[in-house]
């Protein structure tokens, strides 16, 4: 059984989401303040956290980021929860590390959908090994197991989002993939107009992989179309060391 976290300060809805989380098949566990929300998540390390983003006492962004950067619960998904839906807003939850991003009010049947999504996307990616599925391409190969990617010869730690983002435009290496595509794919779901979300992590893995994020030569944005990984030929190199070879020989 699934165990979630559910830290939200709000005991209406905090009552209203753990009693559907649990008709729905999930331990539910809760807090009501970020500083016992973070301990809670440290002690139990659940499957899922679903994280009110205005908290008393620590912001709700705030120990997002504390989970973020502690390697117990780096990789747990997290649904932010908040009445705040501007754009920026959710920039901001998603620069702090949440996994997905749900404003109020909200349709419970929406948000047990992105939980499903959630918990399915990280069951998944170890799985893909298994599957006749690109992993290595060029200099980038994929590392299911540990959520990394080997980039040009340096291993970089990715997050189960940046992971399934780089996984899906490697499929398709060369070839434009639609926002929508992604969006299925990825999220699991099509939420309206939400390009902004694909737009964070895009940047994310733009900074791990690009020499100049602003200027990125791999991961392009195909203006109106969508985006397309472009990794570099290894021919060049190959017949570099061909011609050493054949120097070393004369």
Not at 6 to 26: P, Q, R, W
Not at 125 to 147: V, Y
Not at 184 to 205: A, F, K, M, N, S
């Amino acid at each position: 059984m699934p165990r979630i976290l559910v830290i939200e300060d709000d005991s209406a809805i905090a009552e209203v989401v753990t009693v559907n989380l649990e008709l729905s098949g999930y331990q539910v566990y809760q807090a009501d303040d970020g500083i016992k929300g973070q301990a809670l998540a440290i002690q139990l390390l659940p499957d899922l956290i679903v994280l009110d983003l205005m908290l008393p006492g620590v912001f709700g962004t705030t120990v997002c980021q504390r989970l973020r950067r502690d390697e117990r619960t780096r990789d747990i998904p997290i649904l932010m929860l908040t009445a705040m839906s501007q754009t920026q807003d959710k920039v901001e939850g998603f620069n702090a590390g949440a996994d997905d991003y749900l404003t109020k009010p909200f349709e419970m049947e929406e948000m047990l959908a992105r939980i499903r999504a959630l918990l399915r996307r990280t069951d998944r990616i170890p799985q893909a090994a298994k599957h006749n599925e690109i992993l290595s391409h060029s200099s980038l190969t994929l590392i299911p197991e540990r959520f990394e990617a080997v980039w040009q010869g340096e291993t970089i730690k990715l997050t189960h989002l940046e992971f399934e983002l780089l996984h899906c435009l490697l499929q398709r290496h060369g070839q434009t993939v639609a926002p929508s595509e992604i969006l299925r794919e990825v999220w699991g779901y099509e939420p309206d107009d939400d390009i902004e979300t694909i737009r964070v992590h895009i940047r994310h893995l733009r900074t791990k992989m690009e020499p100049d994020p602003r200027h990125p030569k791999f991961i392009k944005t195909i203006y109106g179309a969508g985006y397309c990984l472009e990794l570099p030929s290894m021919e060049p190199e190959v017949a570099k060391v061909s011609s050493t070879v054949d120097n070393n020989e004369e």
